[in-house]
């Protein structure tokens, strides 16, 4: 899966993350994925329920050597 817009929100912690992600995702089509990398320890957590309470897909939510990395594709309008 390629993502259509890649963003790195390293360093900064909640609610940041997620509103920088929910802007990033406005500017995209419906079906387009976007890959975002963190590092709050809390934001597997956070894009889960984003994910459920938007009805954005939470494609991949994976931990690496602190960081956090998460594909998400947005929901059909």
């Known amino acids: ?3 259509h ?3 790195d929100l390293s360093g900064l912690n909640c609610p940041l993350p997620i ?6 995702l406005a500017g995209l089509q419906a079906g387009q994925i976007v890959a975002v990398t963190c590092t709050d320890p809390a934001t ?4 889960a329920a984003f994910c459920r309470q938007t009805g ?4 991949q939510s994976q931990a690496t050597d602190g960081q956090f990395h998460f594909l998400i594709r947005k929901r059909a309008d």
């Open 1 to 3: 899966m390629t993502p």
């Open 5 to 7: 817009l890649t963003i």
């Open 19 to 24: 509103l920088r992600t929910k802007k990033a």
């Open 44 to 47: 597997p957590t956070d894009f």
């Open 56 to 59: 954005h897909e939470l494609l």
